[in-house]
């Protein structure tokens, strides 16, 4: 069968029509601060992923999947500062994996980052075999736009250092304001310089399977 001129026009807009929803059924809406509470996730290739989920009184879970089907666990002040760090083994947190972190302040009178400024504190860590003290400084770098995947966010990278352990490890947070959570981008120590990054970020809702929040009495 032979096409005329108009009937190809007509069959391609047809053609186009249908590809136009279908993209834009596939396309899933970038995540904003309210999503927290439900949990958003933040993709890396290969299938590894990091949720994060609000737990109230300025505390943020971050729950990291590896590809391996293992899972690491950990609390933030302010969706920033490392409260509480623990491995997850078969849906239950392994104790002997836990670390906490005391601050002086609680998570919700903890700083939020601002362009320019910084923080340094006294933390207590407890390991399980006892308690030690480091400082930690934040150093908050200037706004910049960054993007992740189809969704653009204002950022503040922060540089974090230790001491008088660790002196020579650098950590490079990524601190995304309109979502109130901060990630790992690089750590620098020694010779090695390893950088991570991710390539999607979307709502739980329109993300892989998140799995569930751990302990919302958690501190």
Known sequence: MTLTPDARTALWGAVLALAGLAGAAAAQPCPVAADLDAGIV??????????????????????????????????????????????????????????????????????????????????????????????????????????IGACSYAMIPIHLRYAPENEGLLEVLHYLPQLGVAYLARSVYGGSDERYHYHRVAPVAAGPGAGPAYGKDEP
């Open 42 to 147: 933040f993709s890396v290739a290969g299938g590894e992923r990091e949720v994060f989920r609000s737990l109230g009184a300025g505390r943020v879970e971050a729950v990291y999947h590896y590809g391996d089907g293992t899972q690491s666990r950990a609390v933030l002040g302010q969706g920033v500062y490392l409260l509480d760090r623990a491995d997850i083994l078969d849906g239950r947190i392994l104790a002997d994996t836990r670390m906490r972190f005391d601050f002086p302040l609680t998570p919700d009178r903890m700083p939020r980052p601002l362009a320019g400024g910084g923080w340094t504190v006294r933390v207590s860590v407890d390991d399980g075999a006892g308690t030690t003290e480091e400082i930690q400084s934040y150093s908050f770098g200037p706004h910049t736009e960054y993007t």
